[in-house]
T-cell receptor, first 115, second 114 residues
Framework: KAGVTQTPRYLIKTRGQQVTLSCSPI?????VSWYQQTPGQGLQFLFE???????NKGNFPGRFSGRQFSNSRSEMNVSTLELGDSALYLC??????????????FGPGTRLTVL | TQLLEQSPQFLSIQEGENLTVYCNSS?????LQWYRQEPGEGPVLLVT?????EVKKLKRLTFQFGDARKDSSLHITAAQPGDTGLYLC??????????????FGQGTELSVKP
């Protein structure tokens, strides 16, 4: 069974540009979550999508947005990039069975560098 | 606001030594998960604990969830170089874990030297 895939793996952008990252969840998983990982702040929750709807959102500015498609694939977009947006962006998928705990499976991440 | 405090942040030990990593919070979590992350990869789930006082063992790794479900520990016996990596604890909130909204600790960077 293929794992969570993220594209691209590496990205270099300049300040003011925008970027779109893509995530394909494990087949059958309907929930996709996005996290930002930096050395200073660690892993921080961005947002979660389920059935094409945003269910949860973290404390990030409106420049960070996302969406989910009918096949559960998800994209996140960052507009007007700032130097501080340089980070590893991780996507995680889960099946969401309704059980008290649903395992999240992470992709390898997209390393974004903003110059 | 960092709801989960992990300690220590860095740990460098010799092969064969034992170690314990702590994850503490003033908040109650419905579940506590431990992940290990290697450079260039995403976190990989090691274990999930959901019951206060629960202890789980995974070969040389022992995980414990505090009675009040506010803290957890990871103990590694006879560490090996292959244990090197970033260890992360993550707490889930709410009855159904609120889906993807995990709250992560800062992580413990473990280095095991041969």
């Amino acid at each position: 069974k293929a794992g969570v895939t993220q594209t691209p793996r590496y990205l270099i952008k300049t300040r003011g540009q925008q970027v779109t990252l893509s995530c394909s969840p494990i087949s059958g998983h309907r929930s996709v979550s996005w996290y930002q990982q930096t050395p200073g702040q660690g892993l921080q929750f961005l947002f979660e999508y389920f059935s094409e709807t945003q269910r949860n959102k973290g404390n990030f500015p409106g420049r960070f947005s996302g969406r989910q498609f009918s096949n559960s694939r998800s994209e996140m977009n960052v507009s007007t990039l700032e130097l501080g947006d340089s980070a590893l962006y991780l996507c995680a998928s889960s099946r969401l069975t309704g059980a008290p705990v649903d395992t999240q499976y992470f992709g390898p991440g997209t390393r974004l560098t903003v110059l | 606001t960092q709801l989960l405090e992990q300690s220590p942040q860095f740990l460098s030990i010799q092969e064969g030594e034992n170690l314990t990593v702590y994850c503490n919070s003033s908040s109650v979590f419905s579940s506590l998960q431990w992940y290990r992350q290697e450079p260039g990869e995403g976190p990989v789930l090691l274990v999930t604990v959901v019951t206060g006082g629960e202890v789980k063992k995974l070969k040389r790794l022992t995980f414990q969830f505090g009675d009040a479900r506010k803290d957890s520990s990871l103990h590694i016996t006879a560490a090996q170089p292959g244990d090197t990596g970033l260890y992360l604890c993550a707490g889930g909130r709410g009855i159904y874990n609120q889906g993807g909204k995990l709250i992560f600790g800062q992580g413990t960077e473990l280095s095991v030297k041969p």
